[in-house]
């Protein structure tokens, strides 16, 4: 029995978790969030001590089948694409290797005309061998195919729900694979039972009710670390950034999660979940984020990009659109002078070693690196 089978009767049933998590999402007074927010430094503390692990995102391809409202990437916006070959790809590892990183997630759009069979396993045995650590961002997979990929040295899968609001999910998600609900409610277990070790879950916050969401997340949280419990996990609380296709989604500024609200969303994770990995990207400011550094977050990124070939420039030299799914050809001189567009943007541009310093500035001790494939060898 999966997750999606008992969804709606998690969040009707709670169990005392999930009603004690319910209980610290509620209206409260500055004094009662401070108290929060210094339990949930104190709990960070004591299970992660002064450590931050840093990863960044590397982008294969922005191109896609779905159509998706909020998203950049999505399939009918006339933007400049581009999938990386196996060789760039590497040569965007190496320059993020320069900088330090020991760990890098995959990430590409849904499309198996251009992220084909086989490609995402060449892309991992090609950098396996100098980056322990490589996690992956793409369409949900069958069983096999995860599996699959974990024997080419993937170890950790992201997946956001997006939306656990089945009605807004549904009139967000116009068109492809993307559109179901459930199977995509069930790629956590799907990845777990492949193999993965390392599974992060999220909601995309501004699509919904940030408190439904948060709900939501905490009973899917909940349900996974009792059923997947080998697995290790982590929880992200991305909010809605601007993006290629703004002209089509307006977010709705009523459910917007706010900088207190999200403060108080961080501190009821950890004080309900306190071994959870709690990540914090680069969509949020930087004078946000380092105020947020001490209070319960565990895994962040730093000078991210989100274009294929934004660290180097590779892959600017194939840019093209694409209509209903062809390859149309663009004009030699935008092409030349232009880069494949981004998912969204973000507003911490800091760099990766300015990020590092401001974190042993408050008494950080940055990880680049806590795993290696050695571990394993008898």
Known sequence: MSFSTQFQQLLAEPNSVRRRFEKLLQPCSDGQLEAMAQESQKLTRRHFGKTMRLFAP??????CVNNCKYCGFSRDHPILRTTLTVDQVVTEARHLHNLGYRN??????????????????????????????????????????????????????????????????????????????????DCPERAYAGGFRRIGIGALFGLADWRYEALALAAHLDYLQRHCWKANFTVAFPRM???????????????????????????????????????????????LRDSLFPLGITHISAESKTDPGGYTGAGTDDLHLTVKGRRVEVEGEKSACSRATGQFEIDDTRTTAEVAAVLKSHGFDPVWKDWDAAILTP
């Open 58 to 63: 590397l982008y294969l391809s922005n191109e």
């Open 104 to 185: 890098i997630l995959l990430v590409a759009g849904e499309h198996p005309k251009f992220v084909s069979d086989g490609y995402l396993q060449d892309c991992l045995d090609a950098l396996k061998h100098f980056i322990p650590t490589l996690a992956i961002e793409v369409g949900p997979m069958e069983d096999a195919q995860y599996q699959d990929l974990v024997s080419h040295g993937s170890e950790g899968l992201i997946v956001y729900q997006e939306t656990y609001h089945r009605e807004t999910y549904e009139q967000l998600h116009t068109a492809g694979p993307k559109k179901n609900f459930l199977w995509r409610l």
């Open 241 to 287: 950034r601007p993006h290629a296709g703004n002209y089509e989604y307006t977010p709705d500024p009523t459910l917007s999660l706010n900088d207190r609200h999200l403060v108080q969303l961080i501190a009821a994770f950890r004080l309900c979940f306190p071994q959870v990995g709690i990540v914090l990207s680069t969509r949020e400011p930087s004078q």
